[in-house]
T-cell receptor, first 108, second 112 residues
Framework: KNEVEQSPQNLTAQEGEFITINCSYS?????LHWLQQHPGGGIVSLFM?????KKHGRLIATINIQEKHSSLHITASHPRDSAVYIC??????????WGAGTKLIIKP | NAGVTQTPKFQVLKTGQSMTLQCAQD?????MYWYRQDPGMGLRLIYY???????DKGEVPNGYNVSRLNKREFSLRLESAAPSQTSVYFC???????????FGDGTRLSIL
C-alpha cells in the first residue's frame, strides 16, 4: 500500500464546478504539500500546510492531522485549472513522499 | 526571474553512453534535489544536497552520481546509461528542508 494515496486518479468536470481532490497518508508528517504540474510539465508549489486551512485565490487546502487526510478544493473551476495536482508529505528531512497525482480536466 | 534552470531540455542517448544533467538556481537556496518522474508514478528522489558540500542518496540512486559544485549548481551524472533510465528528470531547490520546493522545467531523457 502506498504511503500517500490520492483520489480520484482522474477527474473531468465542467467549467464553473466546485472541485475536490483528496489525499490520504499513513505516516506521521510535519507538513503536507500540494503542487500543480502544468500540461507542459512545469511543477509549481501551491500550498504547504501542517494544520487547518489555507486559501489562495480560488484554491483552498485543508488538512486533518488526526484523520491523516487533506483536501484541495477549486472554486469556480476554469479550463486553465486543467493540470495534474500532486500531494506530497514531509515525514523526514529532505525526503518527501509523493502521491501519484490527480489529473484534472475542466471542459469549457 | 530565472529560478531553477535545467539543461538540456531534451536528450537522446544510446545505451552505455554517459552524460551530465545541469541544474542551477539563483534564489540562494541551501537545499537542492534531483527527481525522476515516470508515467503513472509519483516523483522519486534520486539524490539531494542539504547544503553546499553535502550530498545524500534518495530513494533511487543506483546508476547516478551527483556533484554540488557550489551553492548554485547541482549536477546529475549518468555514467553508463541504461534504457531503464528513460524518464523525465526534475531538479528542485528550497531554502531549507521544510520549505516549499521550486522546480526546473525538466529534462526529457530517452535511452535507446
Amino acid at each position: 500500500k502506498n504511503e500517500v494515496e490520492q483520489s480520484p486518479q482522474n477527474l473531468t468536470a465542467q467549467e464553473g464546478e466546485f472541485i475536490t481532490i483528496n489525499c490520504s497518508y499513513s505516516v506521521g508528517i510535519s507538513a503536507l504539500h500540494w503542487l500543480q504540474q502544468h500540461p507542459g510539465g512545469g511543477i509549481v508549489s501551491l500550498f504547504m500546510l501542517s494544520s487547518g486551512k489555507k486559501k489562495h485565490g480560488r484554491l483552498i487546502a485543508t488538512i486533518n492531522i488526526q484523520e491523516k487526510h487533506s483536501s484541495l478544493h477549486i472554486t469556480a473551476s476554469h479550463p486553465r485549472d486543467s493540470a495534474v495536482y500532486i500531494c506530497a508529505v514531509d515525514s523526514s528531512n529532505y525526503q518527501l513522499i509523493w502521491g501519484a497525482g490527480t489529473k484534472l480536466i475542466i471542459k469549457p | 526571474n530565472a529560478g531553477v534552470t535545467q539543461t538540456p531540455k531534451f536528450q537522446v542517448l544510446k545505451t552505455g553512453q554517459s552524460m551530465t544533467l545541469q541544474c542551477a538556481q539563483d534564489m540562494n537556496h541551501n537545499s537542492m534535489y534531483w527527481y525522476r518522474q515516470d508515467p503513472g508514478m509519483g516523483l522519486r528522489l534520486i539524490y539531494y544536497s542539504a547544503s553546499e558540500g553535502t550530498t545524500d542518496k534518495g530513494e533511487v540512486p543506483n546508476g547516478y552520481n551527483v556533484s554540488r559544485l557550489n551553492k548554485r549548481e547541482f549536477s546529475l551524472r549518468l555514467e553508463s546509461a541504461a534504457p531503464s533510465q528513460t524518464s523525465v528528470y526534475f531538479c528542485a531547490s528550497s531554502w531549507d528542508s521544510n520549505q516549499p520546493q521550486h522546480f526546473g522545467d525538466g529534462t526529457r531523457l530517452s535511452i535507446l
